[in-house]
């Protein structure tokens, strides 16, 4: 997979979404410097210029049916996890689609899907991992960088193509999406069965759960301690640190 480097520009998933038809095969693009960098559901990404890996990926996953999507977010969030690995930094996924270090978050991901009747036509994932960031200043609640982890530097350039390398090879097997599925329950961040405070926001109310399942269209279901289950979509439920 290639990589392509912008000086700046307002957001990398912004850039793909309106380059990808000039663009041939798979790549992923970073930027030293954005202006716009977007997360989930609107929020900003905040990122000292020249400091953080901000990147997206477009991807032409063959085979995903629109409702089986969540396969995808599975596969890049490995590969995430596997390129911290190669860092010395053990991380798992929260759910949906942060990864975090401990009670930390040292990456977010935004996948977008261009979807025709039945079929998925491309993907664009964000990525943004915290790299040489030595002091955040944002409300961000609990972000950490590699550097504040590990105390080294790294090529924000070399990293890119690394980065490149992992979901490339993640995205090879979401043809066997249960294999996948359930390495990514193993990495799931409070996944380990035990019970946890979460905030359901459907019922406004404080509930221990523990997670029980992740379907193939990325709805979350807990088990509460009274044996009840819940399913959520994104942004239904908080985890409460």
């Known amino acids: 997979m290639k990589t392509i480097e912008l000086q700046q520009t307002d957001s990398t998933n912004s850039w793909l979404s309106r380059n990808a038809g000039s663009l041939e095969g798979e790549c992923l693009v970073y930027a030293l410097s954005q202006t716009a960098g977007r997360g989930q559901r609107g929020n900003s990404w905040e990122s000292e210029p020249g400091k953080n890996l901000t990147a997206s990926v477009l991807l ?57 009747p039945g079929v998925i036509m491309r993907t664009i994932a964000g990525i943004g991992i915290n790299i040489n960031q030595k002091q955040f200043v944002s409300d961000a609640p609990n972000p950490v960088s590699v550097w504040q982890l590990t105390g080294s530097e790294h090529e924000i350039s070399l990293l890119a193509e690394n980065l490149a390398a992992h979901v490339e090879d993640r995205m090879k097997g979401v043809g066997d999406s249960g294999m996948l599925h359930t390495e990514f329950m193993g990495r799931l961040w409070r996944g380990d069965g035990d019970y946890y405070d979460f905030y359901d926001r459907k019922c406004d109310e404080r509930v221990s759960a523990r997670i029980k399942n992740v379907a193939p269209d990325g709805m979350l279901t807990i088990e509460t301690a009274s044996g009840e289950l819940r399913t959520f979509a994104f942004k239904e439920i908080e985890f409460l640190l």
Request: aromatic content about 8%; glycine content about 8%.
């Open 60 to 116: 032409h996953p063959s085979g995903v049916l629109p409702q089986c999507q969540f396969v995808i977010s599975e596969a890049v969030a490995l590969a995430v996890t596997d390129f911290l690995a190669d860092l010395g930094i053990a991380a798992m996924v929260k759910w949906p689609n942060d990864i975090y270090v401990g009670d930390k978050k040292i990456c977010g991901i935004l996948i977008e899907h261009a979807v025709m």
